[in-house]
């Protein structure tokens, strides 16, 4: 588990990260839908828990927005918006503050969905994003 903060545009924000980058569910893990909200203490927080992002991602404050990057510097959520994550497997320390590990990193159409940018009716959205 670490803190880490972002490169040169946009104040740095500290995220909590721990989530193993390459190790996902294969299919049947939960997941919930709602809205990405700035944490103080984690940078980011979704179900009413501090979000832990996989290794690599890094904050930045944008405006009054906090943006998550990948480990390319890619822009993957803005707090504000509504997004469907789905749980990754995690290290024990995810528990021990009620983290919710998100499974940004795996590359299953359902498993981090942009729900504010998805087109309505379209899968997986309509399925998720309820």
Same mark, same amino acid.
């Given at each position: 588990?670490? !803190? @880490?903060?972002?490169?040169?545009?946009? *104040?740095?924000?500290?995220? !909590?990260t721990g989530v193993y980058? $390459?190790?996902?569910?294969?299919?049947? *893990?939960? &997941?919930?839908? &709602? %809205? !990405?909200?700035? $944490? %103080?203490?984690?940078?980011?927080?979704? $179900?009413?828990?501090?979000?832990?992002?996989?290794? &690599?991602?890094? +904050?930045?404050?944008? +405006? &009054?927005?906090?943006?998550v990057l990948d480990a390319?510097?890619?822009?993957?959520?803005?707090? +504000?918006?509504?997004?469907?994550?789905?749980?990754?497997?995690?290290? *024990? /320390?995810?528990? /021990?503050?009620?983290?919710?590990?998100?499974?940004?990193?795996? +590359?299953?159409?359902? $498993?981090?969905?942009?729900?504010?940018? @998805? !087109?309505?009716? /379209?899968? %997986?959205?309509?399925?998720?994003?309820?």
């Open positions: 588990m670490s !803190l @880490a903060g972002c490169g040169p545009f946009g *104040e740095p924000v500290a995220l !909590l980058p $390459d190790m996902c569910y294969a299919g049947g *893990e939960t &997941g919930a839908t &709602g %809205p !990405l909200v700035i $944490d %103080p203490t984690y940078g980011t927080s979704f $179900d009413g828990r501090p979000v832990m992002w996989p290794v &690599g991602f890094t +904050g930045r404050r944008v +405006g &009054g927005q906090v943006e390319q510097g890619n822009v993957k959520a803005t707090t +504000g918006r509504t997004y469907h994550i789905s749980i990754a497997p995690a290290p *024990e /320390s995810a528990s /021990s503050i009620n983290a919710f590990p998100a499974a940004a990193n795996c +590359g299953y159409a359902w $498993d981090f969905i942009d729900c504010t940018a @998805a !087109l309505p009716g /379209s899968y %997986p959205a309509d399925t998720y994003c309820r």
